[in-house]
């Protein structure tokens, strides 16, 4: 059989140019689909969408909590918390929170902690650090954590039985980087990370009205 022969009897699906054509196809149906998966992506990555709100949930209570539905935890914008007692509008607490992460970024927080999963596994994982229980309550929290940003080699926060060491933040860059990590705790991340027990953050319980006297309660009522 001549060579002649040989190529007109190669099949359709193995002849070089069939398989030219697929991989021109191949790619650019690649390339739109990383084309929609980005402007799908950049929209819910951006502040103000579903699952991550606005800046200003920073004057919002932010809990963890167990969703059956979902079979994981996430989380729950409450009633009006402002951070350190002051109600920011959306320009003000974006400034805030942008400051706060400009500064875990300068300080080069990622070389330790982790944040959405990204980062060192030295340090204990910041993404719902706002949620800790290791702070205490939900009444000293905020105090408590800009008093460890500034001075953390005095205090052991966590059971690993590591410190930190003093990276010179200031005050405003403390109180800037726990308005970032606040707002980073309302970013529903899927259930990560898995497990966390959330700060107790209940309000207490009204207190009990007076009981009347006996003598009140056994007095004859005038007529």
Sequence with gaps: MSQTQTQTQTLWWASESFWKKMA?????????????????TVKQITAGGKRVP??????????????????????????????????????????????GKLTTQAKNCMN????????????PDLTKSWLDPNWGTKETREQKMVDFLMNPEEMLHNSIGRRMTNLGIT??????TVAFLK???????????????PIDQSDPAPAAAPAASADAAAAPVQQ
Excluded at 32 to 39: A, D, K, M, S
Excluded at 84 to 96: H, P, Q, R, Y
Excluded at 171 to 176: G, L, S, T, Y
């Design 183 to 197: 707002w980073m705790s309302s970013i529903d991340t899927n259930g990560f990370p898995y497990n966390f027990k």
């Design 112 to 123: 330790c902690h982790t944040l959405l999963g990204n980062g060192a596994y030295y340090a």
């Design 54 to 99: 606005a800046y200003s949930v920073i004057n919002q209570r932010i809990d963890y909590v167990f969703d059956d539905k979902r079979n994981h935890q996430v989380p729950v914008i409450g009633p009006e918390e402002p951070l350190f007692g002051k109600k920011l509008s959306e320009e003000e607490a974006m400034a805030l929170v942008s400051k």
């Design 24 to 40: 021109i196809w191949i790619t650019a149906g690649s390339v739109v689909v990383l084309i929609f998966l980005t402007f799908d």
């Design 171 to 176: 005050e405003e860059e403390a109180r800037a």
